[in-house]
C-alpha cells in the first residue's frame, strides 16, 4: 500500500514539475518575442525610418519589405519632382541663350516725351558728292538708291504719328500721319555740326490726295532738347499731287539758330501742326544739300 501512494505521488510531482516547466517555457517565449518585436520596430523607427510603412508591413515582411517601401517611395517623390527639375533646366538654358546671344543695337529718340523709332534702311552706303576732281562740292544726295549717304547723314528717324507706316523709299521719304499723336516727323541727324550757309535744301514732293502742308524744322549744336529752334513753312493746305521741286534756303527761317552749325533737319506733317488730317500722305524723293549758284 505505501508503495502504491508513494507511485502516485512520484507521478503527480512529475506532472506538476513539467506544468512549471512548461508556464517558464511560454514565460520566456512571450518575453523574447516581445523583446524581438520592440528591437524590431525601434530600428524601424529610428534606423530605416520607413516613410509611410503600416506596422504591419513591418511585422510580416521584415527589413527586406521596409527597404523595398523606402526605394519605392523614393522613386515616387522623384517622379514627382522630375517636372520642376525638368522646367528648371529650361530656364536656366534660356537664361544662357540670352546671356550669350549677340546684342541687337537699336537707337530710339524721345521728342516732347513722345517715343520714336530709328527708320528701317538697309545698311548704309557711301554716296560722294557730286563735283569733279578739282571742284568745290556742288550738291550732295542724302538718300540715293535707298541707301543713306554714310557721308553725311548719321541717322534717319521717324517720330511721332510717322511711326507706324512711313519710312524710307528708293529715292525719298514716304510720310505717312496715322494721327496716333498731334505731330508727325521724319528726321535727319548729321554726326557733326554741318556749315550751311549760302546753302539750299533740294528736293522734289507731292501729296496723296492734295491740299496737304509740309514744315521743315531745323536744330543747331546749341540746342540742348529735341524741340526745334526754327522752321519754314513750305505748303500751308496747298500741296498738288503731282511732283513739284522745292529749294529752301538754310538762312530763311524763322527762329534764332546759327546755320553754320545745323545738326537736324526734320519734315513735320502732324495733325496739330500742320493741319494735315489722320491718314495723311506726302512723297518727297531726291533730297540734296546744294551749294548756291549750283545747278539742282
Do not use: C
Not at 11 to 28: G, M, T
Not at 101 to 120: C, H, P, S, Y
Not at 171 to 182: C, I, K, S, V
Not at 196 to 216: P, R
Amino acid at each position: 500500500m505505501s508503495k502504491i501512494l508513494e507511485l502516485l505521488n512520484y507521478n503527480k510531482k512529475r506532472v506538476a514539475d513539467k506544468r512549471e516547466k512548461r508556464e517558464d517555457l511560454s514565460d520566456r517565449t512571450i518575453d523574447e518575442d516581445f523583446d524581438s518585436n520592440v528591437k524590431e520596430k525601434l530600428a524601424n523607427t529610428y534606423i530605416f525610418n520607413p516613410a509611410n510603412a503600416s506596422e504591419h508591413v513591418i511585422k510580416k515582411q521584415g527589413k527586406e519589405a521596409v527597404h523595398k517601401h523606402v526605394r519605392k517611395h523614393s522613386q515616387g517623390r522623384f517622379i514627382q519632382l522630375a517636372p520642376w527639375l525638368i522646367a528648371f533646366l529650361a530656364v536656366m538654358l534660356l537664361l544662357v541663350n540670352i546671356a550669350y546671344r549677340g546684342k541687337v543695337n537699336i537707337k530710339v529718340e524721345f521728342l516732347d516725351n513722345m517715343a520714336g523709332r530709328t527708320a528701317a534702311v538697309s545698311p548704309e552706303k557711301n554716296i560722294p558728292a557730286e563735283n569733279g576732281a578739282d571742284e568745290p562740292p556742288k550738291f550732295t544726295p542724302l538718300i540715293s538708291d535707298g541707301y543713306l549717304n554714310s557721308y553725311i547723314i548719321k541717322k534717319l528717324g521717324f517720330y511721332g504719328a510717322a511711326i507706324s507706316k512711313s519710312r524710307m523709299v528708293e529715292d525719298g521719304l514716304y510720310l505717312f500721319n496715322d494721327g496716333a499723336t498731334g505731330w508727325a516727323s521724319a528726321g535727319i541727324d548729321f554726326p557733326e555740326p554741318m556749315d550751311f550757309s549760302n546753302t539750299t535744301l533740294d528736293f522734289f514732293v507731292k501729296g496723296g490726295e492734295g491740299n496737304e502742308s509740309l514744315k521743315l524744322i531745323l536744330r543747331d549744336s546749341t540746342n540742348n532738347s529735341y524741340m526745334p529752334q526754327a522752321y519754314n513753312v513750305i505748303f500751308n493746305k496747298n500741296m498738288g499731287t503731282d511732283w513739284q521741286f522745292t529749294s529752301v534756303p538754310f538762312g530763311g527761317f524763322e527762329g534764332a539758330y546759327n546755320p553754320k552749325k545745323i545738326n537736324h533737319i526734320g519734315f513735320e506733317f502732324g495733325t496739330q501742326t500742320t493741319s494735315n488730317k489722320p491718314g495723311s500722305l506726302i512723297h518727297i524723293k531726291k533730297i540734296k544739300i546744294v551749294k548756291s549758284g549750283a545747278a539742282p
